[in-house]
């Protein structure tokens, strides 16, 4: 079995959790407030912000028999990266919401350690277990993102403008997805690829935690 396909198979249980958060299922189901979509926002901002940083860590700590390969492609990550937590603040600010509140703020408790289990994983650990992470944001995207934002628009009416990031990362990492799957299975060492099947496994739940910290929608009862 190609690692890629394996790696689905043996995270699937900690994606399941993820997807299972209770904000993830109330917005696919149309539950949403501009507090809740907000909250997403601002603890989206101080994870992507460490995107770039955490691609350069690790296109640095790569050991010498993936750096020829795998270096150029980190490479090319870091330039499609750019900029995308500022695409965030311009979210924010569509909301109606203070941006540079945020951007000057400190993020949940939830994302600051999924953050430090990034940096942590790349210093101390095999480097390549960040992929895991990639794999972990770059798949919820895919599978969430796009179908989310048109939820929340159409329960919000907020304007376009309001969902740069949710929409173009539900397309961006659609071709992401594609290539990172063929990046996975050039990685035949079986010691790189369970580190990246751990990492993956706790980024499910380290992300998973960063939406079961935002606050739920109020049920409309309580609206009226």
């Known amino acids: 079995m190609p690692f890629f396909q394996r790696l689905l198979r043996?995270?699937?249980?900690?994606?399941?959790?993820?997807?299972?958060?209770?904000?993830?299922?109330?917005?696919?189901?149309?539950?949403?407030?501009?507090?809740?979509?907000?909250?997403?926002?601002?603890?989206?901002?101080?994870?992507?912000?460490?995107?770039?940083?955490?691609?350069?860590?690790?296109?640095?700590?790569?050991?010498?028999?993936?750096?020829p390969w795998l270096g150029p492609a980190l490479?090319?990550?870091?330039?499609e990266e750019q900029g995308h937590d500022e695409w965030i603040l311009d979210d924010i600010a569509a909301c109606g919401a203070d941006a540079q509140a945020v951007r000057h703020g400190r993020p949940g408790h939830a994302t600051e350690v999924m953050v430090a289990y990034a940096y942590d994983t790349i210093?101390?650990?095999?480097?390549?277990?960040?992929?895991?992470?990639?794999?972990?944001?770059?798949?919820?995207?895919?599978?969430?993102?796009?179908?989310?934002?048109?939820?929340?628009?159409?329960?919000?009416?907020?304007?376009?403008?309001?969902?740069?990031?949710?929409?173009s990362h539900g397309t961006l990492d659609r071709e992401h997805t594609a290539h990172f799957a063929l990046l996975m299975d050039r990685i035949e060492d079986p010691a790189d690829q369970a580190a990246i099947v751990h990492a993956a496994r706790a980024f499910y739940r380290l992300y998973g935690d960063v939406f079961r910290s935002l606050p739920l929608p109020e049920p409309v009862e309580a609206l009226a």
């Open 10 to 67: 043996d995270t699937e249980a900690a994606r399941a959790g993820l997807v299972a958060a209770p904000i993830i299922q109330g917005c696919l189901a149309g539950r949403v407030s501009l507090p809740s979509y907000v909250a997403f926002l601002t603890e989206a901002y101080h994870h992507v912000r460490h995107t770039v940083p955490l691609l350069r860590a690790c296109r640095a700590a790569l050991p010498a028999r993936h750096a």
């Open 75 to 79: 490479d090319e990550y870091v330039e």
């Open 123 to 167: 210093a101390r650990g095999n480097p390549l277990g960040f992929l895991g992470m990639v794999h972990v944001l770059e798949g919820t995207s895919v599978a969430l993102a796009l179908q989310a934002a048109d939820q929340i628009q159409a329960h919000l009416r907020l304007p376009d403008r309001a969902f740069s990031y949710l929409r």
